[in-house]
């Protein structure tokens, strides 16, 4: 077979585009080496239906091996009881976890999409908005906070089978215990969507969701450092409190209906390559390094949001406690669609974001989301986010001036070109 130039040149472009420019978009990382020449590997070739030890498939000794390794590290990092590392996405898995507990027309209870929520918590263009009667709390229109009093007071109201808590745009730390005492109230689920905080969760820097959630979701690709994918955990298998029965009829542990709504409920053939892979990456979680490298990233976090509020920058809710910060633009006078397309020019990549209470649509926002998780594994520390932060503020400032822009993307280029991306890779 004739090697796919076309292909592998713009991989190799895609490469260089990495290398060159300050990425800032919060749910992105770069693997290690290692992690990502896992995913090249030839269990792609292998069908695996099943679970290791109850395949559908012969074949598959080697595979359930590297599976049971990546399910053992996982509980092993988050201290769980059960693990299914097959979901090829964080929205995969929230779809299987739903499938697992709720019946089509059930209430959800999730933070609004527009105030930092997720499409997967109940959005209208999404299955879960699609298929479950969703409800949605906020955030305080003053504080950015996620607003406890309205999530109790909604769950009072629409007694969710499921209330979701996590984010894609929220900066600060959850109390799931509070929100575990309105559900037991009511007589709901907790379901923890820890996609963009995990890594800091697994490092002890953020608050633990296990003991009051029952269920637990992720992707492995963010602060997690793994490859692109899913996983649903759970502290403690346990009876279903509420009787869930399978198609059959028979009542089953948790555990048990979560897989089945992963395999075959939601998914066929797991990616066997990409499993390796998320084992490598659990492996490196377990290491002091990633200690390390996730308090590095709050520290960062920190001095990023301080280095934007002394340019008078306005960070929703004040600050960050874990990676990322959402900033509403209003007040500079330029929209985060244009925020994102400037910033652009300048190699500073970035995503415009809706804020809490905007008053553009989701095309336009008044906002701008920043997340470190990229540029520390980069290498970069806190005295970095004073160049970041000035390259930013310089661009947003010079929007409309090329020359101005073209000069800061020099600048951008020769300060990333001390921080090494795959060297090995030439
Ligand atoms: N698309 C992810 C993010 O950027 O936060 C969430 O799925």
Redesign the pocket.
């Known amino acids: 077979m004739q090697r796919d130039t076309l292909v592998f040149d713009l991989i190799r472009q895609e490469l260089e585009r990495q290398r060159r420019g300050i990425e800032l978009?919060?749910?992105e990382n770069f693997t290690s080496l290692q992690v990502m020449q896992a995913m090249g590997n030839v269990m792609t070739n292998k069908y695996a239906e099943g679970y290791p030890g109850r395949r559908y498939y012969g074949g598959c000794e080697i595979v359930d091996q590297t599976e049971q390794l990546a399910i053992d590290r996982l509980c092993q990092i988050f201290n769980v009881e059960y693990a299914n590392v097959q979901p090829h996405s964080?929205?995969q898995a929230n779809a299987a976890l739903m499938l697992a507990i709720l019946q089509p027309g059930d209430a959800i209870l999730g933070l609004d999409l527009s105030m930092g929520g997720?499409l997967t918590h109940g959005s209208a263009v999404n299955f879960s908005g699609k298929l479950y009667k969703p409800h949605f709390y906020g955030v305080g229109k003053e504080d950015g906070l996620v607003d406890y009093d309205m999530l109790e007071a909604k769950a009072r109201e629409v007694k969710p089978k499921l209330i979701i808590c996590g984010a894609?745009a929220y900066s600060r730390d959850w109390d799931y215990a509070r929100i575990r005492r309105v559900a037991d109230e009511v007589g709901a689920f907790v379901m923890a969507d820890i996609?963009?905080p995990a890594g800091l969760i697994a490092k002890g820097l953020l608050n633990y969701p296990f003991d009051h959630c029952h269920f637990v979701t992720s992707t492995t690709h963010k602060t997690l450092r793994g490859p692109r994918g899913g996983v649903i955990m759970m502290k403690k298998d346990f009876e279903n409190p509420f009787g869930l029965k399978d198609v059959k009829g028979n009542l089953r542990m948790m555990s048990n209906l979560i897989d089945m709504a992963v395999f075959p409920g939601t998914q066929g053939g797991p990616l066997e390559h990409v499993i390796a892979a998320k084992a490598i990456a659990f492996g490196e979680i377990l290491t002091p390094e990633f200690q390390s490298y996730q308090e590095q990233v709050q520290k960062n976090a920190q001095a990023m949001a301080a280095a934007f509020t002394s340019r008078g920058y306005q960070i929703i809710s004040g600050g960050t406690d874990n990676h990322l910060m959402l900033i509403d633009l209003r007040n500079k006078n330029i929209s985060g669609k244009k925020a994102e397309q400037v910033l652009g020019h300048a190699d500073i990549t970035a995503?415009k974001n809706m804020v809490p209470y905007d008053d553009k649509s989701a095309f336009v926002t008044s906002g701008v989301r920043f997340g470190v998780a990229a540029i520390t594994t980069r290498g970069m520390v806190e005295k970095d986010m004073e160049f970041v932060v000035n390259a930013i503020d310089r661009s947003l400032m010079q929007a409309d001036d090329a020359a101005a822009l073209a000069g800061i993307k020099k600048e951008v280029n020769e300060f990333m070109s001390q921080f090494a991306l795959y060297p090995e890779m030439g």
Request: aromatic share 0%; net charge neutral; proline share 0%.
């Open positions: 978009i919060a749910s964080g929205a997720h894609s996609a963009h995503n």
